[in-house]
């Protein structure tokens, strides 16, 4: 099963999370923070294994942040590449998990409010990153907005 969480910054929802995981499973996840797996590199190759590697956790937070770093080294052609790696693998993993009861939850901020950037690469990144949460959402069976700690149900596909 698939989880995407959304928010604005710092609202609570990696807590929650942890905690939905835990309530779902029974077990503590295991959480991986994708801003600190993100390196310094253009290499598509590359780019894609940290996604994959990414894929291996239970909950993914910020995951916007190694987007940011995606959409600031490849051009539109890598860029598409590395992000239809990205939703193979998430949906092989949900095939997956479905058999298995197994759920994995992607943390992502909501950048696509408010004030648009002036930078061009800051407002291509938020459009990529619009783009990317509509695939998220389509794919995932439960997705919550959280504001101050309280989730909201947006989506939710029993299975």
């Known amino acids: 099963m698939l989880w995407l969480i959304i928010g604005g910054g710092e609202q609570g929802k990696l807590v929650l999370a942890s905690r939905q995981y835990e309530d779902q499973i029974g077990q503590a996840p295991q959480v991986v923070d994708a801003e600190l797996l993100a390196q310094d590199t253009t290499d598509k190759k590359l780019l894609i294994e940290q996604l994959k590697a990414l894929l291996n956790y239970d909950i993914v937070d910020h995951i916007h942040l190694f987007l940011r770093h995606i959409s600031r080294v490849c051009d539109q052609a890598d860029?598409?590449?590395?992000?239809?790696?990205?939703?193979?693998?998430?949906?092989?993993?949900?095939?997956?998990?479905?058999?298995?009861?197994?759920?994995?939850?992607?943390?992502?901020?909501?950048?696509?409010?408010?004030?648009?950037?002036?930078?061009?690469e800051d407002r291509l990144w938020r459009e990529r990153c619009g783009r990317l949460y509509c695939?998220?959402?389509?794919?995932?069976?439960?997705?919550?907005?959280?504001w101050a700690g309280i989730a909201q149900t947006?989506?939710?596909e029993l299975k």
């Open 79 to 120: 860029y598409d590449e590395v992000i239809e790696n990205l939703l193979q693998d998430l949906r092989t993993r949900h095939n997956e998990q479905a058999e298995t009861n197994r759920m994995q939850m992607i943390i992502i901020d909501d950048i696509g409010s408010g004030v648009v950037p002036l930078d061009y």
């Open 135 to 146: 695939q998220l959402t389509a794919e995932a069976c439960t997705v919550q907005r959280v």
């Open 154 to 156: 947006i989506k939710r």
